[in-house]
């Protein structure tokens, strides 16, 4: 893979999933997911901002638009690293097994690849955690003829929590033992997760209650 998947028109990307190649896959897939979503937060702060009606929510929108801005462009980021981190994987578990130094080698290479390909998803899911956190944040002040679109943005967020966290757990039993990320990527995805559909079904509700 020579393109940033960043500089991929729309279809580009899509057919570049859909092909047999491992690269990219389901982690890069799901931070960019997580940008979209917080792409939506920040429209929904550009058409709030400066309205009559939102005179007193002027600064949280502000800091909300800052940090969607931010979480934004590090996904991009993220949905990148993830890829080049799975093509450490693949071409380390391609290295030759031919001699017991061979195996050695690519049992090293392999371990340290893998710990890069856990790290990715993981800050993918922590970044996307927060992505929601926003949603959260702008759906009782964000403009109510965009109110759908923090909905979405919620949904987005959370789907792409969840695929970042497959990608760490899939990546776990391949982890060294003494690597220290198995434990501590294991304990954090669960953290993370925990009351997520709570979370989403009163994000889902709350944006039900602003659209009567």
């Given amino acids: 893979m020579h393109d940033r998947l960043s ?16 690269i990219p896959g389901g982690g890069s897939a799901s931070a960019l997911a997580g940008a979209m979503g917080a792409s939506l937060v920040h429209m929904v702060v550009e058409l709030t901002a400066g309205r009559p009606a939102a005179a007193a929510d002027e600064s949280a929108l502000a800091r909300i638009g800052t940090a969607a801005t931010r979480l934004r462009d590090e996904l991009i ?33 392999v371990a340290a690849a893998t710990h890069d390909a856990t790290t990715a998803p993981l800050s993918a899911a922590r970044a ?26 919620g949904s987005l967020a959370a789907s792409a929590l969840r695929g970042a966290a497959l990608n760490v757990e899939i990546n776990l039993p391949y982890l060294a033992a003494s690597d220290a990320l198995r434990e501590a990527a ?17 994000l889902r509700r709350a944006i039900a209650e602003r659209m009567r």
Avoid: H, K, Q
């Fill in 7 to 22: 500089e991929l028109s729309i279809r580009d990307l899509l057919e570049r999933l859909s092909s047999s190649a491992p």
């Fill in 128 to 153: 996307s955690a927060g992505v929601l956190d926003l949603a959260e944040e702008v759906a009782p002040i964000g403009n109510r003829n965009a109110i759908s679109d923090v909905g979405v943005a």
């Fill in 77 to 109: 980021g993220l949905a990148e690293l993830d890829a080049a981190a799975y093509a450490g994987v693949v071409a380390a578990r391609r290295l030759p097994r031919d001699t017991e130094a061979d195996r050695a080698e690519r049992e090293s290479r």
């Fill in 186 to 202: 294991d304990a954090e995805i669960r953290l993370l997760l925990g009351g997520l559909d709570e979370r989403e079904l009163t």
